[in-house]
């Protein structure tokens, strides 16, 4: 059966970060699928078997990902990517119509389905990106990609409001604050990305970055808290410590992508040597967990690798010379679905994904959360 053509209604993205981006999102996407198949109606066997589909395949193009050596494997990782996520973003909207129309019931708020297709629609366009050229990165378009972000984080803020136990007023005001604060930074980025289309940079938009980025610091460490106090089983509500790590994660990223567009390093550097990335991101200038380097074998080099192990009757064993890519940012979680951003290679995964594995098993990290004493007050402070 054809499918249906779409229309794009997200700006397109700044320059991507290629493998480590396309990582990242290919495990947001498995993420939605899990959401979705634990919100549906336990009557809908097809829906929720046809999630379960989706989380199992975008685990394993994760696991692909993992092993890209060359060009030629990351561009099939891409074209089998946009056909994958291209299918979960009609299955989204499909759910979506059909709450809309009282055909379906369940646990997803209508504005959870909309706001996780405007995130495949996002990572759609992020790979038709890296295969197609790029546009000129000027005032307008940063600020349509903030306005992406912004309305993202707006959601984020609604959605731990709606989650709460209504019991928990002070976290229910503190997540509403936030709500309305993003929705009119939202509605200001829309306004700069109207104002500076076709123009540079200007003063006030950069100043409204600034603003964008405390306002986000401090929501990122409200979702930090409270992923906290979920694991310790010291905060009253129904959200999933998944879905509060899901959430930090995302505000970590739009923190990665604000610090390089203010750097002025959103550049067309499809694949970039270390050496090369040294002089464009000089290690005292950019944040540990902004950098990301990636080293690609030649295509050429790759079939020379396989020419040999056609000669050979074992599979050799990788060396430490073999590795392709390093990556300088650690990020925790509480999954076995945890391992994107690690600096050494990543070991072998189990077949079989359990979800309560997926969703109970606590987080690694070896530090505890310190609050920056920013806030009114410290939320979910333990007693001394």
């Not at 359990?354 to 690694?364: G, Q, R």
Request: hydrophobic content about 40%; overall charge negative; aromatic content about 8%.
């Amino acid at each position: 059966m054809p499918r249906q053509q779409i229309s794009y209604m997200v700006p397109e993205p700044l320059e991507p970060l290629n493998l480590e981006e396309v990582k990242f999102w290919l495990r947001i996407m498995q993420e939605h699928a899990l959401f979705i198949k634990a919100g549906l109606p336990c009557d809908q066997t097809e829906f929720i078997d046809e999630a379960q589909a989706f989380e199992q395949e975008f685990e394993s193009l994760r696991r692909r990902a993992e092993t890209v050596k060359s060009d030629r494997k990351f561009t099939e990782l891409i074209n089998d990517s946009q056909v994958l996520v291209k299918e979960f973003y009609l299955f989204k909207r499909k759910l979506l119509h059909m709450m809309l129309e009282c055909k379906l019931g369940g646990c997803n708020f209508p504005l959870l389905l909309d706001h996780i297709a405007r995130e495949a629609e996002y990572f759609m366009r992020l790979l038709d990106k890296i295969k197609s050229g790029k546009v000129p990165v000027n005032g307008g378009t940063k600020a349509q990609e903030n306005a992406f972000w912004l309305r993202i984080m707006a959601d984020h803020a609604k959605f731990i409001s709606q989650l709460l136990d209504p019991s928990e007023r002070n976290l229910i005001n503190t997540a509403n604050a936030f709500s309305e604060e993003f929705d009119n930074l939202f509605m200001q980025g829309r306004d700069f990305s109207s104002m500076l289309q076709g123009y540079t940079e200007v003063a006030a938009f950069k100043r409204f970055m600034q603003d964008a980025r405390a306002a986000t610091v401090r929501l990122r460490d409200f979702k930090r808290a409270a992923e906290e106090m979920i694991d310790e089983c010291r905060l009253v509500g129904l959200i999933p410590a998944l879905l509060a790590d899901h959430v930090r994660r995302e505000a970590d990223h739009f923190l990665m992508i604000m610090t390089m567009m203010e750097k002025g390093i959103m550049k067309n550097m499809p694949i970039v040597a270390i050496e090369e990335m040294e002089d464009i991101l000089p290690v005292q200038d950019i944040p540990e967990k902004c950098k990301v380097y990636k080293v690609l074998k030649s295509e050429r080099e790759e079939e020379r690798e396989e020419e040999e192990e056609e000669e050979e009757e074992e599979v050799p064993v990788a060396k430490e010379d073999d590795i392709e890519w390093m990556i300088q940012e650690k990020i925790s979680s509480k999954s076995i679905i945890n391992n994107d951003f690690k600096q050494n290679s990543p070991e072998p995964k189990s077949n079989v994904i359990e979800e309560s594995v997926i969703i109970s098993e606590p987080k690694t990290s070896d530090t505890k959360y310190k609050w920056s004493g920013k806030w009114p007050r410290q939320l979910g402070k333990k007693g001394e």
